[in-house]
């Protein structure tokens, strides 16, 4: 099993520009998230999935949108980014209250 | 809601000495607790978990918690540490739906 992978792995963007940070488990677990995390601040969700064709927002939302179609798939997309959204981002599944697991992590700067 | 305090952003200690990370935690619901160990530009990995039954839980390299209820506590101990175990540290509450709320950390920094 390969986990849970993240690409890209580094990311630089100007502001305004879009882009998607892509998220993929072969666990079969129906609960996905996305974090982001920044100096001081531990790790803040974004939005979270317990299933194909349902998502909910979590902590820090704003500027930020999900979908779920497959299991397997959980994509983040920031349709125009800030240079607020500079940061580490951590997406994570599981299931049934226990533990997470998480992928590597993708650095994006926003100049 | 829920919440997690750690109040300790830093703490040095020296190699083969014993350490104590603090968490502390509030919530509504009966929690699910654990802690995460990140390494320097990687994600983060379980070292331990609590979920029910004996509030004394172990990890394979030695690290425990205790789990009090009474002080809504989740402190990280282990009593003699590595160079190893040079890591930032983070304390998460889970009770309802898998979501976890994350403490803000704790930088392990073990010197020779």
């Known amino acids: 099993n390969a986990g849970v992978t993240q690409t890209p792995k580094f990311q630089v963007l100007k502001t305004g520009q879009s882009m998607t940070l892509q998220c993929a488990q072969d666990?079969?677990?129906?609960?996905m998230s996305w974090y982001r995390q920044d100096p001081g601040m531990g790790l803040r969700l974004i939005h979270y999935?317990?299933?194909?064709?349902?998502?909910d927002q979590g902590e820090v939302p704003n500027g930020y949108n999900v979908s779920r179609s497959t299991t397997e798939d959980f994509p983040l997309r920031l349709l125009s980014a800030a240079p607020s959204q500079t940061s580490v981002y951590f997406c994570?599944?599981?299931?049934?209250?226990?533990?997470?697991?998480f992928g590597p992590g993708t650095r994006l700067t926003v100049l | 809601a829920q919440s997690v305090t750690q109040l300790d952003s830093q703490v040095p200690v020296f190699e083969e000495a014993p350490v104590e990370l603090r968490c502390n935690y509030s919530?509504?619901?009966?929690?699910?607790l654990f802690w995460y160990v990140q390494y320097p530009n990687q994600g983060l990995q379980l070292l331990l978990k609590?979920?029910?039954?004996?509030?004394l839980v172990e990890s394979i390299n030695g690290f425990e918690a205790e789990f009090n209820k009474s002080q809504t506590s989740f402190h990280l101990r282990k009593p003699s540490v590595h160079i190893s175990d040079t890591a930032e540290y983070f304390c998460?509450?889970?009770?309802?739906?898998?979501?976890?709320?994350f403490g803000t950390g704790t930088q392990l920094k073990v010197e020779l």
């Open positions: 994570a599944s599981g299931q049934n209250n226990n533990e997470q697991f």
């Open positions: 666990m079969n677990h129906e609960y």
């Open positions: 999935s317990v299933g194909a064709g349902i998502t």
């Open positions: 919530s509504s619901v009966s929690v699910y």
């Open positions: 609590y979920l029910s039954g004996s509030t």
């Open positions: 998460a509450v889970g009770g309802g739906g898998n979501k976890l709320t």
